[in-house]
């Protein structure tokens, strides 16, 4: 990543991912969470596979081009995540979460 004079990188990593998000937000309106995996289920091998949910907690229905897109997308922003586990992308405050950290947190 390029830096400024002061050393500080000149695109600093979490103004990435709330860009990310609003990028996310206004290409699949209504999202809210995107659950990312390596484990598409139409695929017999590592494939970038996308769960994108609203508000109320409903999946929406989307191309499967945009969902994969968006899967991309996330992974290439955060590349040192172990993806052998899904994780969820929020797009509120633009953080990413291991999907069983989520469940757990909910106390489900």
């Not at 002061?6 to 996310?24: K, V, Y």
């Not at 139409?42 to 970038?48: A, F, G, K, T, Y």
């Not at 997308?73 to 995540?81: H, S």
Request: proline residues 7%; contains cysteine.
């Amino acid at each position: 990543m390029l830096a400024m004079p002061s050393g500080t990188p000149a695109c600093p990593e979490d103004d990435r991912q709330h860009r990310l998000a609003a990028q996310l937000a206004h290409m699949i309106p209504g999202s809210a969470t995107i659950r990312v995996s390596l484990n598409d289920p139409q695929q017999s091998w590592p494939h970038p596979h996308a769960i994108i949910k609203d508000e109320a907690g409903e999946m929406l229905k989307l191309g499967r081009n945009t969902a994969r897109v968006a899967a991309r997308w996330i992974l290439r922003v955060w590349p040192e995540a172990d993806w052998t586990r899904s994780h969820v992308f929020d797009l509120a405050d633009a953080t990413l979460t291991r999907s069983d950290a989520v469940v757990a947190d909910r106390g489900c």
